[in-house]
């Protein structure tokens, strides 16, 4: 259909949508740059009053420039990316508008929906960062903080108020890249402009479902909608577990739970919410769904390996060394390392300064006993340097003996204090101690592990030589992981920091104009900037959202504590789809992050992403790899199987390429193509001239996303990958919504129909 679609030029309907969503985001720019033209010319016209001279002619020059100076500052400040949401609402119990141009009514009409279930769509309202009226005061953008844009947060299938459809827009600066739907009322045919209301994405397949004749489908919506919204408005308090196998909507639950919490009290969650996501590609669809949220910087999404400022995780571990770096046994290999780091390089092994007159000096012995003192102590490595300095004054005044011949303790005090100041003026004791006692990073702690001999002495007796090997190799590489990542963060806590110095804002140019020195303040600090400076200077937040939380390792969940310790919680995920090999040690250190905190659970049940097709298959995976468990209920068929083809390991790339091909022919949508972790570059390079729609990614990379159709290469490959290999394959096959294509090699040793011998029955 697609492809006879494509052959008579016609676009597919989101490309449609895609189109419609750009009409409006270009009227809106073009309403923009009239407004900044506006502003300009009230600022011109100000300067020619200045002329007139007379004193009420120059108040109101500057009171002229002032307003424009900051409609045109705020202008410019939120010129790119502001455009996000879309909602079409149905008409309301009255007719008052607010002074943004919407419809104040929560509630719909009576009669705005027919008793055929048919309804028209009165009213559909853009939302931004930034409120924008056209020529005749009606809205083009909504701003996102307005009563009238409160609808596209709050709004729920069970309690959806005016709202028919929510839309998502992603936008790269002046370009829209897609749409994503949310349908509240999923049983409505809506019309809009004469025409059925198009919906895209999940929204689509709800309102299929939510049409389809058969009372018990539609009793079936109801119960997704119901256990879904149950999550959402979910009290803050305490830790909220939500469970769920694949298609049950978790991560969708969880980011509608962070709008849903953060318009309900945003006083309360002024100190930030953090979204957690185990993928960079998860990340990125993250920010799709809730782009808003980071405004004010009120809510931080980040990957597992970017959690830490300045760095990125680029790199992956092979599965044996990945086991060492999340284990909890590390902690103690990097107790050792931050403490025996202070011993690096050429540091001095004798200290000699001038003090009353003659020289003064600590040899090797003592200056070891000293240095063993001042790590007595529990602050962290960086910090204990002034207690250090302090041990060494201590030992050099006492080879002084000046204090065994003063009496008087005002004057030993007084002849004390004149010795601390002489001996840390001297350029030979600052040198020493920042020789002996460096300042300590975590790159510079990591780097030194990377040599396999010192790397033995830390952590002997906790890793055997094997894993010490392996460790040491996978440092010595230019690129992060996400497991060094969590490294890298222990390391700071263990090493501490001293606060970075602020960086000066730079002068903006109207601040130089004339008649702004009294009147205009300071140039304000736009949401992005402010969003930017607030997640750097953020620590800690007032409530955490950890998605795919089954993945997190021991000491992942240690990280991602550190940023919760007063935090409430909502931890998603799902264990059959864990890619930890030591579950059991990954919740201890859970348990531990969580702390005493009540725990509410809840279970999302039915799976409405894949057709009962795909389910079955996968869930003959989910046997193997978690005997006893339950598959969430499948709600739909599709009547077709999933396809099965053999490749031998020579034409491996041509069947896959063909196979890819074809499903573009057969699907509106993306094509994922999931291979096992050491093949990405090579999956990469045979899709390469396929186009847009097709994604290569590794196994570990597939979790948490959806596509309309996806080919899973070599599961044998996947399920030996790691000793949770299994779940890895569990999670690969259930990524599609429509169609699912298994391609067999060698390893997989398929039967004469190229079905592979781990899903024969």
């Known amino acids: 259909m697609a492809a006879q679609e494509a052959d008579r030029g016609v676009d597919t309907i989101r490309d449609r949508e895609i189109a419609v969503e750009q009409d409006h985001l270009d009227q809106v720019y073009r309403r923009l740059k009239e407004k900044i033209h506006e502003a300009e010319f009230l600022m011109h016209d100000a300067a020619k009053r200045g002329q007139v001279g007379t004193p009420g002619a120059l108040a109101e020059r500057d009171a002229q420039v002032f307003r424009a100076g900051?409609?045109?500052?705020?202008?410019?400040?939120?010129?790119?990316?502001?455009?996000?949401?879309?909602?079409?609402?149905?008409?309301?119990?009255?007719?008052?508008?607010?002074?943004?141009?919407?419809?104040?009514?929560?509630?719909?009409?009576?009669?705005?929906?027919?008793?055929?279930?048919?309804?028209?769509?009165?009213?559909?309202?853009?939302?931004?960062?930034?409120?924008?009226?056209?020529?005749?005061?009606?809205?083009?953008v909504i701003d996102w903080r307005a009563p009238a844009a409160a609808p596209f947060y709050r709004a729920t299938p069970v309690d959806p108020g005016r709202v028919v459809r929510r839309r998502v827009i992603r936008s790269k600066g002046r370009k829209v890249l897609g749409v994503e739907d949310d349908l509240m009322r999923p049983e409505l045919a809506a019309t809009l402009d004469g025409g059925e209301l198009p919906v895209i994405g999940d929204g689509a397949l709800m309102a299929a479902l939510g049409r389809a004749r058969s009372h018990t489908m539609r009793d079936i919506v109801s119960s997704i909608q119901a256990e879904q919204d149950?999550?959402?408005?979910?009290?803050?308090?305490?830790?909220?577990?939500?469970?769920?196998?694949?298609?049950?909507?978790?991560?969708?639950?969880?980011?509608?739970?962070?709008?849903?919490?953060?318009?309900?009290?945003?006083?309360?969650?002024?100190?930030?919410?953090?979204?957690?996501?185990?993928?960079?590609?998860?990340?990125?669809?993250?920010?799709?769904?809730?782009?808003?949220?980071?405004?004010?910087?009120?809510?931080?999404?980040?990957?597992?390996?970017?959690?830490?400022?300045?760095?990125e995780a680029t790199a992956y571990d092979d599965p044996a060394v990945a086991r060492v770096k999340g284990s909890s046994r590390m902690l103690k290999v990097l107790r050792k390392a931050a403490r025996g780091a202070l011993e690096l390089g050429e540091a001095p092994d004798r200290l000699r300064v001038v003090a009353f007159g003659r020289r003064v000096e600590l040899a090797a012995d003592e200056l070891q006993r000293i240095r063993h003192n001042a790590l007595g102590g529990t602050a962290p490595v960086n910090l204990l340097r002034p207690r250090a300095r302090r041990l060494l004054l201590d030992a050099l005044y006492a080879r002084t003996g000046a204090g065994t011949r003063q009496t008087d303790p005002e004057l030993a005090a007084e002849l004390r204090s004149s010795f601390d100041e002489d001996v840390t003026s001297e350029d030979a004791f600052t040198e020493f101690l920042d020789a002996w006692w460096p300042e300590l990073t975590p790159r510079r702690v990591l780097t030194a592990m990377a040599d396999e001999r010192r790397l033995g002495r830390w952590a002997r007796r906790v890793l055997n030589p094997g894993e010490v090997r392996r460790l040491a190799r996978s440092l010595r590489r230019d690129a992060y992981s996400v497991h060094d990542v969590a490294l890298l963060d222990e390391l700071q806590t263990l090493l501490g920091a001293p606060a970075k110095p602020r960086r000066k804002r730079e002068l903006d140019?109207?601040?130089?104009?004339?008649?702004?020195?009294?009147?205009?303040?300071?140039?304000?600090?736009?949401?992005?900037?402010?969003?930017?400076?607030?997640?750097?200077?953020?620590?800690?937040?007032?409530?955490?959202?950890?998605?795919?939380?089954?993945?997190?390792?021991?000491?992942?969940?240690?990280?991602?504590?550190?940023?919760?310790?007063?935090?409430?919680?909502?931890?998603?995920?799902?264990?059959?789809?864990?890619?930890?090999?030591?579950?059991?040690?990954?919740?201890?250190?859970?348990?531990?992050?969580?702390?005493?905190?009540?725990?509410?659970?809840?279970?999302l049940t039915v799976n409405y992403r894949n057709p009962a097709e795909i389910a079955e298959l996968a869930a003959k995976i989910l046997a193997l790899a978690m005997p006893g468990s339950e598959s969430p209920r499948a709600v739909r068929s599709t009547g077709l199987e999933p396809r099965f083809v053999a490749a031998g390991d020579h034409d491996l790339a041509g069947t896959v390429r063909e196979e890819a091909r074809r499903l573009l022919d057969r699907v509106d949508g993306t094509v994922?193509?999931?291979?096992?972790?050491?093949?990405?570059?090579?999956?990469?390079?045979?899709?390469?001239?396929?186009?847009?729609?097709?994604?290569?990614?590794?196994?570990?990379?597939?979790?948490g996303l959806e596509y309309d159709a996806t080919v899973v290469v070599s599961p044998a490959e996947v399920a030996d990958e790691s000793p949770a290999g299994l779940r890895v394959l569990y999670v690969a096959l259930t990524r599609a919504t429509q169609q699912l294509t298994v391609v067999s090699g060698r390893r997989d040793e398929p039967d004469a129909d190229g079905v592979p011998d781990l899903l024969r029955d």
């Open 70 to 140: 900051v409609h045109l500052n705020r202008l410019n400040a939120e010129f790119e990316d502001f455009l996000f949401g879309r909602v079409d609402l149905l008409r309301g119990k009255d007719g008052k508008k607010g002074p943004d141009g919407a419809y104040t009514s929560v509630e719909p009409a009576d009669d705005a929906v027919r008793p055929d279930n048919t309804a028209d769509i009165a009213e559909t309202l853009h939302i931004g960062r930034l409120g924008v009226l056209d020529s005749d005061y009606s809205p083009l």
């Open 672 to 703: 994922g193509v999931v291979v096992a972790m050491n093949r990405r570059e090579q999956a990469a390079a045979w899709l390469a001239d396929l186009g847009d729609r097709v994604v290569a990614l590794g196994s570990l990379e597939a979790k």
């Open 230 to 311: 149950l999550v959402i408005r979910a009290p803050a308090a305490s830790v909220t577990y939500v469970e769920g196998g694949p298609g049950t909507g978790k991560t969708a639950v969880a980011l509608h739970r962070a709008a849903y919490l953060l318009y309900q009290d945003r006083r309360r969650y002024a100190g930030g919410i953090l979204i957690v996501s185990p993928t960079p590609l998860l990340v990125a669809y993250t920010e799709g769904v809730l782009p808003s949220l980071g405004e004010e910087g009120q809510v931080a999404i980040r990957a597992v390996g970017s959690l830490v400022d300045g760095v």
């Open 509 to 603: 140019p109207l601040d130089q104009l004339t008649g702004l020195e009294e009147l205009m303040p300071a140039r304000e600090e736009s949401q992005r900037e402010r969003a930017e400076r607030l997640a750097q200077e953020r620590t800690e937040y007032a409530h955490v959202i950890v998605d795919e939380a089954q993945d997190l390792t021991p000491m992942q969940w240690r990280m991602v504590g550190r940023r919760g310790r007063h935090a409430t919680w909502t931890v998603v995920g799902d264990p059959a789809q864990s890619s930890w090999s030591a579950p059991d040690e990954a919740a201890e250190a859970r348990d531990e992050a969580l702390g005493t905190r009540p725990r509410r659970r809840f279970t």
